[in-house]
């Protein structure tokens, strides 16, 4: 195709500066090192400033950046974020070339590069490196994703306007920016499968190595959606220990100590056997309804009400609250959950639409926190919403107000949902994350993982004791850790400190301990070998070199200080923010305070002419934007611009607000048809001895068949699941009997005499048996998506089978009934 999305300037049609994007990626067991080198060329007659905005995981460390221009390399250093800023603002009004890379002041998952006073036919090579932990889902797969979608975030017409609403439309240029990606993989064990539910892979397992593993992309990238590569290993949930030595880095301050001291990285799972809670539960759902979610992601959102509505424990009560600039809710209080109000509820699911306008998220949870709690019902709060909201700040801070009384578990959906709301959220609510993207095909397992957490006890006062060698002491991150779920990972950091006549020899013991219900005591234990020594004194490293549990252990105390500095003011905040820029400048690691600068001082040629500015196109973004930053020079004026929307709805038109000139609309296609279409092309390709199972055959048959080229999970899967009743129990309606394949007569008469199937409570006893044995024979590798239901209908058949029948005798007989296999 000719045609490509950029940015053309109005009055002389210069293209976008940005050449090409080089990604390599380095994963270490639950950790990746991502090293970003951007090509910037100005072909223009005068200097320009090029403007590049992009998003990151929240919880992404960046720990490099430098910029090559004429051949000479600039390393950029940590700075105040003011203080950066002058430094750039001078550089530029000096005529030097400058770099500025800094964390937007609104979120921690949106990052801006500015490339000043670029000469005119010159190129500069950006290098930008961060490092991430990477999630573990529930089966065991470790998930990497490299955002490359940046969503516009509304803003209430009462708080500033959110960086990404003042993003311009891209328009049409002949040639959009390249985009490569390369991998390389070290897995904690023997790699079973590499895939991704977004790109085609190709992917190369060492021979020798199982463990290790090369992976490139096959064909261009989809900027419309992240890249999702998922890593499943034979041992995925063993613990493990990482132990990082003191590094001396050339050129660098460290203050803090932090790359001096030894760093180990503990990843646990610690699993506990939960009583059950005689509390039931208060369930609340707040639904985003606003025009982003349109397409694909509203029906991900009614999927994923549907799922947990039909699984919510009998006895409970529960609400549905949709929003968008305004809210509605399905009762005026929590009901109690039974067959009447379940139905009102699926009917809701079933028809919601996203057509409630803007994304206001803070009144509706307002109304929420105003509710009171049902006495004996601890209330759990789910949230799903593709996170498109500027206030993020406000939001944490209503939820943390409120996180004693109530929990919060949050689900992502769509490609680029801010990490930053929703699992800052989930942090401030001790709860739990989750992201479903487009085309996930394990939405239904996230879904009942969320919601098994939600049911059981929460692990409390949760805390570690380390047990060390002589001569050593430990400082924690994060020191305060969050309620415990079982199962779930917990990812501590430890920077160890010795003196002089410290032991090197043995293990170091930690035992993680907390509090279940009745003041129950449970433990959990990991040992590693105690580090070598306290610092490589021997050996100076590069300012750019890996340093990857360091980089991670500071962003996390940072997240932590950050987090805690939301109700603080006067000392407390003052101390807070000196002690993060303390540890950010040690550990070369950007934060809400600080960020990276780098001034070209030895071209001793000042760049002359008026500077233009120029802003770089995120063709990531779903709905086309582009990225600009506001402006805080006041000699920079803001050009003209004429754009106009490849796939903007129309409720969106308000996101603009008065940077919109001109727009052309056209109608949203859909990302669904638009994936099948491509996908029915595709022909997976491998390098040589690349075994099939890694190189995505199974994961895209699996992928085509969520989203209805097969096997459609909603209309015929959850039909069955959809006819249960509140209690658990199902009817023996028509569409059972049509599922079972038998006429109704002949059903009846294969009733075991012990149930009394011509009593109304014999006849509900046989239905659930055999809603049973289908869900068991007929959909056995959609367990996860009806593992609560059929249990809350088992229960219900103990509860109310005569006492001397058998649930399993019961359950054969309706199998053999059938002609199934259980």
């Known amino acids: 195709m000719s045609g490509r999305f950029g940015l053309v300037q109005k009055q002389n049609g210069s293209q976008i500066p940005l050449e090409s994007i080089k990604i390599q990626a380095d994963l270490q067991g639950f950790t990746a090192q991502v090293v970003a080198s ?107 994703v490299l955002p490359t979608v940046l969503n516009p975030r509304y803003s209430p017409a009462d708080s500033a306007p959110s960086l990404s609403t003042q993003i311009p439309r891209a328009a049409i240029v002949d040639s959009p920016y390249s985009f490569e990606f390369d991998m390389t993989v070290k897995a ?72 001096a001291s030894p760093v180990v990285m503990l990843n646990l799972y610690p699993e506990f056997k939960n009583p059950e809670s005689s509390e039931i539960g208060e369930f609340v759902f707040v639904i985003d309804r606003s025009g982003s979610m349109d397409g694909s992601r509203i029906k991900s959102a009614r999927d994923t009400l549907l799922l947990f509505l039909k699984s919510l424990p009998d006895g409970c009560y529960f609400n549905v609250v949709g929003f968008g600039s305004s809210f509605t809710t399905l009762f005026k209080k929590s009901q109690l959950y039974d067959d009447e109000n379940l139905k009102k509820a699926t009917d809701l699911a079933q028809s919601m639409k996203a057509d409630l306008g803007g994304t206001e998220i803070l009144q509706p949870l307002q109304w929420v926190f105003s509710q009171p709690p049902v006495k004996g019902h601890p209330r759990q709060l789910f949230v799903l919403s593709d996170g498109d909201v500027g206030n993020t700040a406000e939001v944490l801070q209503l939820v943390k107000n409120h996180s004693s009384t109530t929990r919060c578990f949050t689900f992502g959906i769509g490609s680029g949902a801010s990490t930053a709301l929703i699992k800052g959220m ?20 996230k879904v009942i993982k969320t919601l098994k957490s939600a049911l059981q006890p929460v692990i409390t006062d949760v805390s570690v004791t380390w047990d060390l060698p002589q001569g050593w002491v430990v400082q924690q991150i994060p020191s305060f850790l969050p309620p415990l779920f079982s199962g779930d990972r917990l990812v501590i950091y430890g920077l160890l400190e010795s003196s ?34 306290s610092i490589t004194t021997d050996t100076v490293v590069d300012p750019n070199s890996s340093a990857i549990l360091h980089c991670l252990a500071a962003q996390k105390f940072i997240q932590a200080k950050q987090d805690d500095l939301s109700d603080k003011n006067g000392d407390e905040l003052e101390d807070g923010k000196s002690r993060i820029i303390s540890v950010s400048k040690s550990a070369n690691v950007a934060s809400k305070f600080t960020s990276f600068v780098a001034v070209d001082k030895e071209n001793h040629q000042p760049v002359s002419g008026p500077l233009r500015k120029r802003i770089i196109p995120v063709f990531g973004s779903d709905v086309g934007w582009c990225g600009a930053m506001p402006l805080r020079r006041s000699y920079l004026v803001p050009e003209p611009l004429c754009f106009m929307s490849r796939a903007m709805p129309q409720g969106e038109l308000q996101r603009l607000g008065s940077c919109v000139t001109s727009c052309a609309f056209k109608e949203r296609p859909s990302i669904k048809e638009k994936f099948l279409s491509s996908l029915s092309r595709l022909k997976l390709k491998r390098k040589k001895g690349a075994p099939k199972t890694v190189a995505g055959e199974a994961s895209l048959s699996r992928v085509s068949g969520k989203l209805g080229m097969k096997n459609s999970s909603c209309p015929e899967d959850l039909s069955l699941i959809s006819l249960q009743k509140a209690s658990g ?26 149930i009394a199937g011509d009593t109304a409570e014999g006849k509900l006893l046989w239905a659930t048996a055999l809603a049973l044995v289908l869900l068991k024979a007929k959909f056995s590798n959609q367990r996860d998506e009806w593992e609560m239901i059929a249990e809350k209908a088992k229960k219900w058949m103990n509860k109310n089978l005569p006492v001397a029948v058998k649930y399993d005798s019961i359950l054969q007989s309706a199998a053999n009934a059938i002609g199934a296999q259980i």
């Open 729 to 754: 129990a199902w009817d023996l309606t028509d569409e059972l009997v049509s599922l079972c394949g038998k006429s109704r007569d002949n059903l009846m008469k294969d009733c075991p005499v012990e």
């Open 500 to 533: 002089e006549n410290a032991s090197h020899d043995g293990e170091t013991v930690v035992r993680l301990q907390g509090t279940l219900s009745q003041h129950e005591r449970v433990e959990h234990l990991i040992t590693f070998p105690t580090p070598t020594t």
């Open 188 to 259: 904690t064990s023997a790699i079973a499968e590499i895939a991704s539910p977004t790109n085609v892979l190709v992917v190369e397992i060492d021979e020798i190595d199982k463990a290790k593993a090369k992976v490139s992309l096959e064909g261009a990238h989809n900027f419309s959606q992240d890249v999702v590569v998922h890593i499943l290993t034979k041992k995925p949930f063993k613990p493990q220990a990482i132990v990082e030595n003191g590094l001396k880095i050339e050129d660098r301050e460290d203050k803090e100590g932090f790359m």
């Open 38 to 144: 951007m090509k910037y060329t100005n072909n223009e007659e005068n200097p320009i400033e090029a403007i590049y905005i992009f998003p990151l995981d929240e919880q992404a460390a960046v720990c490099g950046f430098k910029a090559t221009v004429d051949g000479r390399t600039i390393v950029a250093e940590i700075q105040g974020k003011e203080e950066a800023r002058d430094t750039y603002d001078d550089a530029l009004s000096s005529g030097q070339s400058a770099f500025l890379l800094e964390e937007s002041d609104e979120s921690s998952d949106i990052f801006q590069i500015s490339v000043g006073n670029l000469p005119p036919k010159k190129e500069a090579l950006i290098e930008l490196r961060f490092v991430t932990e990477l999630s573990v889902e529930t089966e065991g797969r470790v998930v990497f």
């Open 426 to 445: 989930a942090r401030a609510g001790k709860g739990t994350a989750e992201f479903v993207t487009d085309h996930d095909d394990r939405m239904q397992a």
